[in-house]
Each structure stands twice: as C-alpha cells, then as structure tokens.
C-alpha cells in the first residue's frame, strides 16, 4: 500500500499531537475565568489532565480566594488528580476545600463543593481501603 506524502505528513501530525497530553501550554491569561475553566474541562475530556491542571491553576492564582470560580477550580484541580489515580494528592486538596467551609463566613460560599468533595473524599476511602 502505496500512502502519499500529504496523508503521511497528516498522520504524523495527529500522532504527535496525541503524545502532547502532558506537555506544559501557554495559557491565555486574558481569558475570564469561566472560560479557563471550560478550556480545562475540554482539556479533561480529551485526557489531557496536566493541562487541564494548568487552566484550572491560573483561574486559582488571580481569583478572590472565595469566589465561585476559585471553588470550582480548587474543586476540579483535586477531581483531576482523583481521575489520575493520585488519591493521596487529591483528598489533601479535597481536605483543604472543606477546611474552607470552616470558616465563620462559610454560608456565603458555594455549598456544592463542600457537598462534590465529601462525595470524593468518601470514593477515595472506598478505593484506598486495604
């Protein structure tokens, strides 16, 4: 089977791209947060978790410590390390989320991550147990 050199270039494209799952992106930090987050969950869905971590990252390093998308990001970044079978690194993160909701102003936060992360922390038990 005879293959041209366009397809061939093409197909060495798409399985050099496939192996870019864990390379380190530039994120674009003109971005809004929800789109960070969705450019991370794209990035999730395509099993590309260290990048995902990346997007997530930068919605955490210029966010209000307690807003929703701090929360959701903080959230996604422990559920990402879940999916990739850290559950050492995920339940610390899942742990810091809910020492949060410790916090006297803690009605003002949002309850599903405080509820997302009890849900995981309980899978990670069930998952670790020996």
């Known amino acids: 089977m ?3 050199p366009c ?3 093409v197909i060495v494209v798409l399985v050099f791209a496939g192996c870019g799952a864990g390379k380190i992106i530039a994120v674009d930090t003109s971005l809004s947060d929800a789109e960070l987050i969705q450019r991370g969950q794209e990035a999730f869905d395509l099993k590309r978790y260290r990048q ?3 997007y997530y990252t ?3 390093e210029r966010s209000d410590p307690y807003s929703e998308s ?3 990001a903080e959230y996604e970044v422990a559920f990402v390390h879940y999916k990739m079978k850290d559950y050492k690194t995920a339940q610390t993160k899942l742990e810091e989320i809910l020492a949060n909701y410790e916090n006297t102003e803690s009605e003002l936060y949002p ?6 992360s009890r ?3 309980e899978s990670i038990a069930e998952k670790t147990k020996s």
Do not use: G, H, K, M
């Not at 309850?111 to 997302?116: E, S």
């Open 52 to 54: 995902a971590i990346q």
């Open 58 to 60: 930068a919605v955490l």
């Open 111 to 116: 309850a599903q991550y405080r509820i997302l």
């Open 119 to 121: 849900i995981l922390l």
């Open 70 to 72: 701090f929360f959701a």
């Open 7 to 9: 397809i061939a270039s």
């Open 2 to 4: 005879v293959i041209r």
